[in-house]
C-alpha cells in the first residue's frame, strides 16, 4: 500500500523532479529524493503542516522561494520525464524507503563535507554530493509512520 495517495500526474511530476535534483547521482541518488518528496506528503509537522500531496510538496513556497531550487531554475524539470524515472517515482511512492533517506526531510548539496546538523536537524547520511538530515527526536513522530 502505498504511503501517500498518487495519481499518474503525480508519477510524472514527482520523476520530473527527481531527475532535476539528482540525475548526476544515478538511480539510488533519484531514489533517495523521492523519499524525502513523499516524507514530506506524509509529515504533519515542522514546515510540512500543510503539504500533503506530491503536488503542494513540489511547489510549496518558504521564505519566498520553492522549496526545491528545481523548480524555479531547472530546465530538467520542465523536461518531460522518461518512463525510468516514472518507474523510479513509482517505486518509491509504492513504499521504497532506505536510508540515509529513509526518514529524511531535507537534503542538499554543500559542496563541502556535511555538516552534523543543518537548521538543527540531524545529519543521518551522504550519498555523493547531498547531504540528508531527518528531524530531530520526538519533533516529527509522522514521518515514521507507514
Not at 520525464?81 to 536510508?99: G, M, P, V, Y
Not at 545529519?123 to 519533533?139: I, L, M, N, S, V
Request: hydrophobic share 35%; glycine share 8%.
Amino acid at each position: 500500500m502505498p504511503r501517500v495517495k498518487y495519481r499518474d500526474a503525480d508519477i510524472d511530476l514527482m520523476a520530473r523532479m527527481m531527475r532535476a535534483e539528482a540525475e548526476g547521482e544515478g538511480k539510488q541518488g533519484m531514489l533517495y529524493v523521492g523519499n524525502v518528496i513523499v516524507n514530506r506528503a506524509v509529515a504533519d509537522c515542522l514546515d510540512f503542516n500543510d503539504v500533503r500531496t506530491i503536488e503542494d510538496v513540489i511547489f510549496q513556497i518558504q521564505g519566498g522561494n520553492y522549496s526545491f531550487e528545481a523548480v524555479q531554475k531547472g530546465n530538467l524539470f520542465y523536461q518531460r520525464a522518461r518512463s525510468s524515472e516514472k518507474r523510479l517515482a513509482k517505486q518509491t511512492l509504492d513504499n521504497w524507503r532506505q536510508h540515509p533517506a529513509k526518514f529524511a526531510l531535507w537534503y542538499f548539496n554543500p559542496y563541502a563535507p556535511c555538516p552534523p546538523t543543518w537548521y538543527g536537524q540531524p545529519f543521518t547520511g551522504q550519498f555523493k554530493d547531498h547531504c540528508f538530515y531527518e528531524p530531530a527526536a520526538g519533533t516529527c513522530e509522522s514521518v515514521y509512520n507507514g
